[in-house]
């Protein structure tokens, strides 16, 4: 038997999991990090305290099982997409913290780039996505143009720019290689889908450097060595991907059509679209799915912000619950048709809205709402929202009829129930829902020779539970028509 370890670098937590060739998890440590929130709409990490949480976990691991790091056949790594790190390439340190995804402090230079619309024309047909903060290439911007000595030293090539998975290969190969991979780069506005190169008409036009850029490499590649002194052997690094891509591949959605929703800190649901890119007329994001022997295989994406994180929310923020395990027998009591919507706009809207001034709000309420009804809305708004993304792909002539469903969530039975009422499809929970790092194990061991073949991962994998709707088709529209009144109240415009 082989074994694959793959390291998971989330947005809250990071994780390392080791997994034998037939897909089994046999260890798994994780480790938490600080979330800051320095002004409104900005979310920041500490690059130093996520590269610690990753070795911590790189060790752990091995106290949680019989294997030695001589037992790891090959490493994949999986990452939170966009994140941007910057660094000087001499001392190794951050020149400032990780600016995260969610983060909305360049929302008005992302207006004013709207505004032109040859520009904004020409950014979606070539990568595939909408202007927006989310995207990496005005973080890089600002990082350049608000710290102190910051593009003079990017210009004298002198500053590296990565996704956190180049930020960590970087580290864990002893700094010796700059690399990413296609599915990471073609979430940072540069990368162009076609040429399947950086674009440099959007290097000038957000003003990055070439040299601040990693080399892309397809998923399933060589990446590097893990540095000797860290676990005391060297082990290649053969699989990457951003971690919604990866949770593709480990739900082993490789036909088109074929779909998958991971429900983390936000809800990510892609659609495999094939060999071409297919650009959006409901704003959905085209990106690529994965990358294998230099063929590109695309995918639609829908993107929303607030998924685990509202049930967070209703955790730290509001104290509902102690525990995200107690919303399910919360919400079985909640009063059905109850009216309450829970609209979860903290750090604007994300797809299909891109609203990023939309702000959150609990509609509804009356006398007789109480903690059950208001933790059941904060559930249902994640299926409401996945709604968003089904009808979306719908009009852009791709829906999806099955769902295979991942992540945190996906272990909370009432919300997968209500997630196949309200969208009248199938949602099939596999039997290993850590598909996100199973599916950068997936690459590492493809190019490590474990696998032969996507149709050899494609046979492992094994549904848990199918869920049926129950809801008939009246009572869905009726559910929804009252969930798009309910956005369209707290809608910035």
């Known amino acids: 038997m082989r074994y694959i370890l793959a390291i998971d670098q989330g947005t809250t937590s990071s994780r390392t999991i080791i997994f034998s060739d037939s897909g089994e998890i046999i260890a798994m440590a994780q480790a938490e990090f600080t979330q800051a929130y320095p002004n409104d709409g900005w979310v920041e990490h500490d690059a130093e305290e996520i590269w610690q949480s990753v070795l911590t976990t790189m060790k752990a691991v091995f106290e949680k099982c019989h294997l030695t790091p001589e037992d790891i056949s090959t490493i994949g790594i999986t990452n939170q997409r966009e994140t941007t790190v910057v660094w000087n390439k001499h001392t190794g340190k951050t020149v400032y913290p990780a600016i995260v995804w969610q983060d909305r402090r360049t929302a008005e230079q992302c207006r004013q780039l709207n505004e032109n619309d040859k520009q904004a024309t020409y ?13 990496s290439a005005t973080k890089i911007g600002w990082i350049l143009d608000n710290v102190k000595g910051a593009r003079d030293a990017a210009e004298h090539g002198d500053l590296l720019f990565g996704t956190m998975d180049s930020f960590l290969i970087w580290r864990l190969t002893g700094r010796l290689h700059h690399v990413t991979d296609a599915t990471n780069a073609s979430r940072t506005m540069l990368f162009n889908l076609h040429s399947q190169q950086w674009d440099n008409a959007l290097l000038e036009l957000f003003g ?25 052997v060297s082990i290649p690094i053969q699989g990457v991907a951003g ?27 892609i659609l495999n679209t094939g060999d071409q890119p297919l650009v959006s007329e409901n704003r959905l994001l085209a990106t690529v799915a994965y990358r294998l022997n230099g063929k590109v295989t695309y995918g639609l994406e829908g993107s929303i912000f607030m998924a685990g994180a509202t049930v967070q929310w209703l955790r730290d923020g509001l ?45 509804g309420l009356t006398r007789d709402t109480g903690i059950s009804e208001i933790v059941a809305a904060g559930l249902q708004s994640v299926c409401y929202q996945t709604k968003d993304l089904q009808k979306a792909m719908e009009n852009d002539g ?30 099939q929970r596999p039997v290993v829902t850590e598909t996100t790092a199973l599916g950068a194990a997936y690459l590492a ?20 539970h199918t869920f049926l709707p129950r809801m008939t088709k009246a009572q869905r529209d009726e559910a929804y028509k009252l969930w798009k009144e309910a956005v369209e109240r707290i809608r910035s415009h």
């Not at 950014?123 to 995207?135: A, E, H, Q, R, V």
């Not at 009063?335 to 959150?360: M, Q, S």
């Not at 791709?398 to 009422?421: E, H, I, K, Q, Y």
């Not at 061991?445 to 991962?457: F, R, V």
Request: aromatic share 8%; glycine share 12%.
């Open 123 to 135: 950014i979606k047909n070539n990568t595939g996505l909408l202007i927006d903060p989310y995207f």
């Open 208 to 232: 990055v450097p070439p040299a601040m850029l990693p080399e892309v490499k397809d998923c399933a590649a060589d990446f590097g060595e893990l540095d000797k002194r860290i676990l005391g």
């Open 243 to 269: 971690d919604q891509q990866a949770a593709l591949i480990g739900q082993t959605c490789f036909e088109k059509g074929m779909a998958k929703s991971t429900y983390g800190t936000g809800c990510f649901m």
């Open 319 to 363: 104290k509902l619950i102690d525990h995200a395990e107690e919303t399910e027998a919360l919400a079985q009591r909640a009063r059905r048709n109850n009216g309450v919507f829970l609209v979860p706009a903290f750090t604007g809207l994300g797809a299909p809205y891109w609203d990023p001034g939309a702000r959150g709000a609990i509609l």
């Open 398 to 427: 791709a829906r999806p009829c099955t769902l295979r469903v991942d992540g945190g969530m996906a272990n909370n039975d009432w919300v997968m129930g209500f997630l196949a009422d309200i969208l009248g499809a199938q949602v």
């Open 445 to 464: 061991g493809l190019q490590a020779g474990i696998y032969s073949s996507l149709e050899e991962l494609a046979s492992k994998w094994q549904v848990e």
